[in-house]
């Protein structure tokens, strides 16, 4: 059983920053081994990549966060986080918390941050 739980979106304007946090709840066995990602869906659009990190720590990002956000994660696996920088309007969307291990997908129930003026 995979438990993942978002917290951290709210309201920003654009420019500031933002934290968000997944907290898993599994075994140590999945745990250790999860791949962990953050995925969001704005409006109207289809859920896309935002950022991903295997369990060894390698990471990878869609194109249009590159150099503004960062997902990492505790040492105990059991959170990861994904800050944001210089967020834009464009951001505004549900944020996804998912893990994926041997081929099964996990996701959390989302977090919402919407960047406003």
């Known amino acids: 059983q995979v438990q993942l739980v978002e917290s951290g979106g709210g309201l920003v304007q654009p420019g500031e920053s933002l934290r968000l946090s997944c907290a898993a709840s599994a075994s140590d066995f999945i745990i250790s081994r999860m791949g962990m990602g953050w995925y969001r869906q704005a409006p109207g659009k289809q859920r896309e990549l935002v950022a991903t990190?295997?369990?060894?720590?390698?990471?990878n990002y869609a194109d249009d966060v590159k150099g503004r956000f960062t997902i990492s994660r505790n040492s105990a696996k059991t959170t990861v986080y994904l800050q944001m920088n210089s967020l834009k309007s464009e951001d505004t969307a549900v944020y996804y918390c998912k893990g994926q291990l041997y081929g099964i997908n996990y996701w959390g129930k989302g977090t919402l941050v919407t960047v406003s003026s």
């Open positions: 990190i295997t369990s060894t720590g390698i990471t």
